[in-house]
């Protein structure tokens, strides 16, 4: 009878799935109606709503745990598309997968919507930054509980459109404006890739739900799931800023550094490893394609290590280092198997390292009178000594020193990679661990020369100083979930997501040993971390000498942005002139062109109705010589 109560009261509570959503909803509506009059209590509306939902989602996690068998809780609120044959539900679903990035985006979302009251203080946009905030979080929500992918590409679109007006918030600089623009553009890219692959989901099985689709893999033919999953992953690369769609991304720092924390760790850029992830049917299901999808995850991490290494703005070597650890995650999700869980490991252990650096970096700029350069900081370890213990702490962790969380995520994908049949064992693992030593080295550098050696600091800065209480408590929130999550979710997430993502992930058994991998990675991570130490302690001096033939590729993003100008950019403008020109001369001037013939020629014949009597009668009489004369032509025979 008591467990009868316990299952009664989980699934009643799992029945307001719907308000997750609708709370941070709730409140952007709120924020953004009321105008100026909500100025005074807007942002606390704003943290009040996430934190509201994150209680209520750590209910519902519990809830589901709570239960046994099939731990999913599905909620159909209405039907929202009816026509002939498709019938898409207005549906939610709460399982495994969707609950821990419920905890994440709400977790994390709200520290960092805390941190942003303090960092936002004298901003006077502050309630519609907040206001965009919460509609940011309700959209990314909406994309991971939705029960299909028709509900999963809603919350997907609205992510895109509030990314855009965060970014763009400080829309009076023209590099926010185009930044803003530039994420637009680039995810529509991906979008539509995405959206292809929901029509022709629709087409092959006659449905978007995910147990349908998932049932009836086995039935497509080999090339239709190669096309479905390229698609599907061409949509991942857009929002996770992958290769090739990856230039967005860093340009993204144009936004406040809330932004940068909030789509940089918690929400955006994860949204593609979890379409992935969630469709890892699909995927797994064909060979080829998940070659493909490690092979974008590799070459991705190792450009955004490279890139980030070269990098003198402190949130753009973080912004790169977000584009090559989400290529870790595309590594873990194309390997398969047991990889899939430690993909969402790494995911969660980025979401508290990544968001605790980016508001570090955001409280550097705060004392600093938001200087980004670090070649003009150092020293700052005794003026800030909180962001420098945070900061270190989530340093320590994305490089993988044991027992801090990176080292519990990434290893394991490192070693899954090694566990690949035949060459690409090799040319993944060492790419994979290459990307380690290369990640210790730019973040090392990041953290030496912003925190240690000598001041660097330009004239109109007197004495940097520590961020109020409401920055700085967020700060150590997150350090601490840097520090101990890792070990926390490498035992229990594997378990837990097994019903949605597979089987767990096992010991590695590849072309090399566990303790052998465990060794090597630890190896580079400190040899790459030793070797910035050793470069960079005493300030800048080497960097400052005239820079090689990588370095200057690095500065200029490895040339990628100049062959989007040239491949993309420049041949769209001119077909766009083309087309214009196309229309104005051909188009319009012929249509222009008939209808002045008419009317002039309509003109020249008007001018015949003079309205004399006389004129018309000599038309009248020319007209019957002229058929007269006809006649007598043709009774000569001249005209025979």
């Known amino acids: 009878m008591e467990e009868s109560v316990e299952y009664a009261h989980a699934t009643g509570l799992l029945s307001g799935i719907w308000l997750l959503v609708a709370i941070p909803l709730a409140s952007a509506a709120i924020l953004l109606l009321l105008g100026r009059r909500a100025d005074r209590w807007g942002h606390w509306l704003g943290v009040a709503s996430v934190a509201a939902s994150f209680v209520l989602g750590l209910s519902m996690f519990i809830s589901l745990r709570g239960l046994e068998g ?11 598309i009816v026509v002939g044959n498709l019938h898409v539900d207005f549906g939610l679903l709460f399982d495994p997968l969707s609950g821990v990035f419920v905890l994440l985006i709400t977790g994390v979302g709200s520290l960092i919507h805390l941190y942003a009251v303090g960092y936002m203080e004298h901003d006077p946009g502050r309630r519609r930054f907040f206001g965009y905030f919460n509609l940011f979080v309700a959209a990314m929500l909406l994309l991971v509980l939705g029960n299909n992918y028709v509900m999963l590409y809603f919350g997907w679109e609205g992510v895109g459109l509030a990314s855009y007006l965060l970014i763009s918030f400080w829309y009076t600089r023209p590099s926010a404006a185009t930044a803003g623009k530039k994420a637009f553009l680039m995810n529509r890219v991906g ?10 989901m629709f087409a092959t099985v006659g449905s978007t739900n995910y147990d349908e689709v998932f049932n009836s893999v086995g039935a497509l033919t080999s090339g239709t799931v190669l096309v479905l999953g ?21 340009d993204a720092m144009e936004g406040p550094t809330p932004v940068s924390a909030l789509i940089h760790a918690a929400t955006m850029v994860t949204a593609g490893v979890y379409l992935i992830a969630r469709s890892n049917p699909i995927f797994t299901a064909n060979h080829t394609l998940q070659l493909i999808v490690v092979s974008v995850g590799a070459l991705t991490l190792l450009m955004g290590c490279i890139i980030g290494a070269a990098k003198d703005d402190i949130k753009r070597v973080l912004a790169w280092s977000t584009v090559s650890q989400i290529g870790y995650m595309f590594v873990g999700v194309g390997l398969g198997g047991g990889a899939y869980a430690l993909a969402i490991i790494h995911l969660l252990a980025h979401g508290f390292f990544k968001a605790n650096m980016f508001l570090g970096a955001g409280s550097v700029m705060h004392g600093m009178h938001d200087q980004v350069d670090i070649r003009r900081f150092g020293g700052l370890r005794k003026y800030m000594p909180i962001t420098w213990a945070t900061f270190g702490v989530g340093w320590l962790a994305i490089i993988g020193i044991p027992p801090l969380s990176g080292y519990f995520s990434k290893e394991p994908i490192i070693a899954s990679a090694f566990e690949r049949e035949g060459w690409t064992a090799w040319l993944f693992g060492m790419a994979a661990l290459l990307g380690a030593g290369l990640t210790a080295f730019y973040m090392t550098r990041l953290f030496v020369l912003t925190f240690h050696g000598p001041k660097r600091w330009t004239e109109d800065i007197h004495e940097p100083h520590e961020s109020p209480a409401i920055m700085t408590i ?10 101990g999550a890792g070990i926390l979710m490498a035992s229990v997430v594997p378990e837990w997501l097994a019903p949605v993502l597979g089987e767990e992930a096992g010991e590695a058994h590849g072309v090399l040993g566990h303790t052998t991998i465990t060794v090597l990675s630890i190896a580079v991570t400190l040899l790459g971390a030793g070797l910035a130490w050793m ?24 040339y990628t942005d100049a062959f989007n100008e040239a491949v993309f950019e420049k041949p769209g403008i001119y077909l766009t002139r083309a087309l214009v020109y196309l229309d104005n001369k051909g188009i319009d001037g012929a249509v222009n062109g008939l209808a002045a013939t008419i ?3 309509s003109g020249r014949l008007r001018r015949m109705q003079t309205g004399f009597v006389r004129s018309y009668a000599l038309s009248m009489l020319t007209g019957a010589l002229l058929v007269v004369g006809a006649f007598l032509a043709i009774q000569l025979g001249w005209l025979a």
Request: hydrophobic fraction near 50%.
């Open 70 to 80: 099939n731990r999913t809780a599905e909620q159909s609120l209405f039907d929202f």
């Open 191 to 200: 979008d539509a890739g995405l959206a292809i692959g929901i029509f022709l």
């Open 230 to 250: 390229i698609l599907l992953l061409l949509g991942a690369a857009g929002k996770s800023g992958q290769f090739p769609l990856q230039a967005w991304l860093p």
């Open 474 to 483: 967020p700060l150590v929130l997150l350090a601490i979930g840097s520090a």
């Open 535 to 558: 470069m960079f302690r005493n300030g800048t001096a080497k960097q400052e000498q005239p820079a090689g033939v990588l370095v200057t590729a690095a500065r200029r993003n490895l």
């Open 599 to 601: 009317g002039g020629s």
